[in-house]
Nanobody
Framework: VQLQASGGGLVQAGGSLRLSCAASGRSFSVYTMGWFRQTPGKERDFIAA????????YYADSVKGRFTISRDNAKNTVYLQMNSLKPEDTGVYYC??????????????WGQGTLVTVSS
């Protein structure tokens, strides 16, 4: 599975962005898809995940109520709608795919990352 993330950019605090992650390869719907965020000097943090069918979603406490993960299996794409953005949401966002645990992984496939910058 190859993953291509897009949609990052510069936004003011309180604004919104939608990230997309397009997947190539077979059997996209069998994978749980996740989004992670990394800031300089820190490890990648779990942000959100969604089951293969889209029926279950998981969120980090820091983004609950503000971010929504969704997927369109017909388009092999997963989305992360980010609302009420805060400066601490700044980072490189990665999408990833796993067949195991939606939060702990391990995530087998990773996209290249897309930069989100939230200005105060």
């Amino acid at each position: 599975v190859q993953l291509q993330a897009s949609g990052g950019g510069l936004v003011q605090a309180g604004g919104s962005l939608r990230l997309s992650c397009a997947a190539s390869g077979r059997s996209f719907s069998v994978y749980t898809m996740g989004w992670f965020r990394q800031t300089p000097g820190k490890e990648r943090d779990f942000i959100a995940a969604i089951s293969g069918s889209g029926g279950r979603s998981y969120y980090a406490d820091s983004v609950k109520g503000r971010f929504t993960i969704s997927r369109d299996n017909a388009k092999n794409t997963v989305y992360l709608q980010m609302n009420s953005l805060k400066p601490e949401d700044t980072g490189v966002y990665y999408c990833a795919a796993t067949l195991i645990n939606p939060i702990a992984g391990p995530y087998l496939y990773w996209g290249q990352g897309t930069l989100v910058t939230v200005s105060s």
